[in-house]
């Protein structure tokens, strides 16, 4: 039931308001979209025409931006000059590897806590949760301590159980209340007619299978994003696509060109893969707050 | 069951069909019912609890590795030297010494001014799209398009901020001073606006989510209410004000305390952009934190600012959590 649904009267007042209102959201769609077209459009251009601007309050002279013969030197630099490659392939094993251990670990602990009681449940899950919430700052002081004295730095198993640490409480809470959501009935169903427990959990799999799927690819995005613990457990071994985007940027020689192509060849497929999820997007972005 | 679209023609049709269907659904009943392949045991016991905790067992040991451990070794490095060699007991002295640490103290307030002026500028924002968005015939697509920023990696969108920032080169950097609100120097080289400038970025990244929570919770006004008021002769504005805000404050509650512990969490896209200067301008406390333990690799101070940082984060999220299991807070 949208409220737009409601009646309103057309009065002078309405009218300036929805006029407000289109004019602030294009305004906001400007702010938002425009660092996008930059960024894009950058990652084609040559060195100097990417610096090219129009003289101070020269506001007719922004064609500029549109004048270049576009390259793809900066794309085939990253993998010539760079190891963008390697890069790529860390990034999708750390964050591949993080989002399927804490979603197949992460769903087996969210079915039980859905469908158990125990003293202490709520302390649990308390502890759960706010290990997601812990400043990954403050989380990777003592991490980094012991993955020193376990030779854990700088490889990508470290870095892989690093992001267990944000991904797997991530997995239990959403997946906690998506199996909420399943109604016990149907095992008790399979289990009156004889199945045993893990058959019966077997047969509601079928209606959370897309939900899984959703939320593996949703720890992915954190983890693929994630430039912290990136920077710091994986320095030296296991470079990743934001690090490595970064180290571009050197104090003498910072290649704008190669970082605006890196800054895409990071960001593509997060957004053509949040597009896929879109439907659970949301409610992963909003910890569960928001499902839409 | 036969579609009632379908029943149409003269009589004798409908009736075949009708007969038709009945028949079907006669075959149906007949069916023989599913065989049970498994071996039904001699009597079905309730399902014993350890069962349960056997699922739950191996995600509570990677957590009590990955958590639980590094949380009582944090509390052991605070109270020793730490440093890249090793360890040696100085008690309460990594902690006695913050108190008269200016740059620990001024970190906490820089990160309180950061996470005021980000929260204000994205509720205000945030819900102000949320309210024009939901009136909108493209609402998907609005909605599709703020999801964007969001997918962007914020170490990546520090580096691209840090090129429209740029003080001879950058796109906003030119239309600020155009607009005449900056004069030649970049806003990240000054201690006056960097703060503003790391707002900036916070607020183009993260303003959508408040707005999809407040979409979410705009949905849920109820419409009765709306239209009493608008009956009753209200305009929009107290409409707004008198009824649909009000709705909103629970979700918002999520969307801020939400909102406010991520600025405890990342701090990647300041890193980036201005690593905490110029000077200490924008050294907010996780930024001082990050300078102490990961670059003068001072472990023992660093676990120290550490724990007063997670102490705070874990009240914050008692109360999210509380905010959370309410039945009116958001959970729909």
């Given at each position: ?105 992460g769903?087996?602990?969210a ?59 991530f997995a239990i809470w959403m997946l906690k209340g998506f ?32 939900g899984?799927?959703?939320f593996?690819?949703l ?61 659970y997007?949301?409610a992963g972005?909003?910890m569960g707050?928001?499902?839409? | ?332």
């Amino acid at each position: 039931m949208a409220s737009r649904d409601v009646v309103s009267y057309d009065t002078p007042l309405s009218r300036a308001l929805s006029i407000f209102g289109t004019v602030f959201v294009a305004f906001y769609l400007v702010w938002t979209l425009l660092p996008f077209v930059v960024m894009f459009v950058s990652s084609f251009k040559d060195m100097l025409e990417a610096f090219k601007l129009p003289v101070v309050g020269d506001w007719a002279g922004m064609t500029v931006f549109f004048d270049f013969s576009p390259t793809l030197k900066h794309y085939t630099t990253l993998f010539t000059e760079n190891s963008f490659g390697t890069y790529i392939m860390n990034s999708l094993i750390a964050a591949g590897g993080s989002a399927v251990i804490s979603v197949i670990f992460g769903s087996l602990a969210a079915y039980s806590l859905s469908r158990v009681d125990f003293r202490g449940k709520q302390d649990l899950f308390f502890w759960i949760i706010s290990t997601r919430m812990a400043p990954v700052v403050a989380v990777m002081v003592p991490l980094y301590a012991i993955f020193r004295s376990l030779d854990l730095v700088g490889t990508l198993p470290g870095l892989i159980l690093a992001y267990t640490t944000f991904n797997l409480p991530f997995a239990i809470w959403m997946l906690k209340g998506f199996f909420d959501n399943v109604p016990y009935a149907i095992e008790e169903a399979q289990m009156v007619d004889g199945a045993t427990r893990f058959e019966a959990f077997r047969s509601i799999l079928p209606l959370v299978a897309p939900g899984i799927g959703a939320f593996v690819v949703l720890c992915v995005l954190f983890a693929w994003n994630d430039f912290l613990f990136a920077a710091i457990i994986g320095s030296g071994g296991a470079k990743t696509l934001p690090v490595a985007t970064r180290e571009l940027v050197q104090p003498q020689n910072i290649q704008w060109g190669s970082i605006m192509a890196a800054g895409v060849v990071t960001t593509a497929p997060m957004m053509l893969l949040g597009l896929v999820i879109r439907k659970y997007l949301v409610a992963g972005l909003t910890m569960g707050a928001v499902k839409e | 069951m036969t579609d009632v679209s379908s029943l149409s023609g003269t009589s004798r049709e409908v009736a075949s069909k009708l007969f038709r269907a009945r028949a079907h659904s006669v075959e149906v009943e007949a069916r023989p019912r599913a065989e049970i392949t498994h071996k039904p045991r001699k009597f079905n016991p309730p399902m014993p609890k350890h069962y349960y905790y056997y699922l739950m067992a191996p995600a509570i040991a990677i957590l009590a590795f990955i958590s639980l451990y590094p949380f009582f070794w944090l509390i052991i490095m605070s109270l020793q030297d730490v440093d890249i060699g090793g360890g040696e007991w100085i008690g309460l002295k990594n902690y006695t010494k913050l108190f008269t640490d200016a740059r620990f103290i001024d970190g906490w307030i820089l990160l309180a001014q950061y996470s005021v002026m980000c929260l204000g500028l994205q509720v205000g924002l945030g819900v102000t799209l949320a309210v024009v968005v939901n009136s909108s015939k493209y609402e998907k697509y609005l909605v599709t398009a703020l999801l964007m920023p969001m997918m962007m990696a914020p170490a990546v969108a520090g580096l691209l901020w840090l090129f429209l920032y740029n003080g001879t080169f950058g796109w906003y950097h030119w239309v600020l001073q155009s607009a005449g609100i900056l004069d030649s120097a970049s806003i990240l080289a000054s201690a006056d606006t960097a703060m503003y400038a790391i707002v900036l970025v916070d607020v183009w990244q993260w303003t959508p989510l408040i707005t999809i929570i407040a979409l979410a919770g705009l949905k849920r006004v109820p419409r009765d209410q709306l239209e009493a008021n608008m009956v009753d002769g209200a305009s929009p504005l107290r409409n707004f004000f008198a009824i649909i805000l009000p709705n909103l404050y629970p979700v918002l509650l999520i969307a801020v305390l939400l909102r406010f512990m991520d600025n405890f969490r990342f701090i990647d896209s300041i890193l980036v952009l201005t690593g905490g200067g110029p000077g200490s301008a924008t050294k907010i406390l996780p930024v001082y934190l990050f300078e102490v333990a990961f670059k003068f690799f001072k472990l023992g101070r660093g676990a120290a600012i550490a724990l007063t940082l997670l102490i705070v984060t874990i009240l914050l999220g008692k109360l999210l959590v509380r905010v959370f299991e309410k039945p009116q807070g958001g959970k729909g």
